[in-house]
Nanobody, 121 residues
Framework: QVQLVESGGGLVQAGGSLRLSCAASGRTFSSYPMGWFRQAPGKERESVAVISWSGGNTYYADSVKGRFTISRDNAKNTVYLQMNSLKPEDTAVYYC??????????????WGQGTQVTVSS
């Protein structure tokens, strides 16, 4: 199985930036699409960004498009989420996930533990 560990969350002021990292262990990381999700208290889980196994295709939620960038480094078994121009409504626990197919909706088979992102106003 695949194990995913997120890092990089924290507290940042509105307008600031954070870069989240998701380190993966397992045999098949480089062959599968990866995605970032977020969930705020009282809200449903939201797909934020998805990237194909090669990095050639990406998807972004309308709420983050133009501000967030997903990328991956298969040699390092790591996927990233660069978050710029952060807004208070971006506050949530962010999870990375590995799925089987690139698409919308993206279905994750393996999940990390999550990392908290808090954006103050």
């Amino acid at each position: 199985q695949v194990q995913l560990v997120e890092s990089g969350g924290g507290l940042v002021q509105a307008g600031g930036s954070l870069r989240l990292s998701c380190a993966a262990s397992g045999r098949t990381f480089s062959s599968y699409p990866m995605g970032w999700f977020r969930q705020a208290p009282g809200k449903e889980r939201e797909s934020v960004a998805v990237i194909s196994w090669s990095g050639g295709n990406t998807y972004y939620a309308d709420s983050v498009k133009g501000r967030f960038t997903i990328s991956r480094d298969n040699a390092k078994n790591t996927v990233y989420l660069q978050m710029n121009s952060l807004k208070p409504e971006d506050t949530a626990v962010y999870y990375c996930a590995q799925g089987r197919h690139f698409g919308v909706p993206f279905i994750g088979d393996y999940w990390g533990q999550g990392t908290q992102v808090t954006v103050s106003s």
